[in-house]
């Protein structure tokens, strides 16, 4: 667990985050979450919508090939999904989310330093998106 521990660090050092984050610190702050657990519930739907930027997709499609996904960002996506379920995450709804609150967690994610180190430009409309997106999956 420290060898882990230290590899995410060294990671976060390195890619200083992203909407991912951003988005379960909202979720943590708001429904009293664990980081973790949160940004289970956030990274399929935010590497999704990063993969429509050539440059992300890229990334990903390297990343999935080098793990043996596939050569897709598409793979990597479904490997994601597929994470979710061994590890029993649960749907979004479970942990509290409802549609009423979408907007002010996006307005808090917006907040967080760790927005402006997306590899794709976010905005607020973009969050509102995510967060209805995990809704509707």
Known sequence: MQLA???????IEHSMLGAAHAAANALSARYGLAHGLAVGLTVVEVVR?????????????????????????????D??????????????????????????????????????????PIGWEDFVGLFEGMMAK
């Open 79 to 120: 490997a994601l999904e597929a994470l979710r379920t061994v590890c029993a995450i649960p749907h979004v709804s479970a942990c509290g989310l409802v549609a009423e609150d979408i907007e002010e967690l996006a307005h808090v994610a917006m907040q967080q330093w760790t927005a402006g180190f997306n590899p794709r």
């Open 49 to 77: 919508w990063n993969a429509a930027d050539p440059i992300a997709r890229g990334l990903y499609e390297e990343l999935s090939r080098a793990a043996g996904l596939g050569a897709t960002a598409a793979a990597l996506v």
């Open 5 to 11: 521990s230290a590899f995410a660090g060294i990671a």
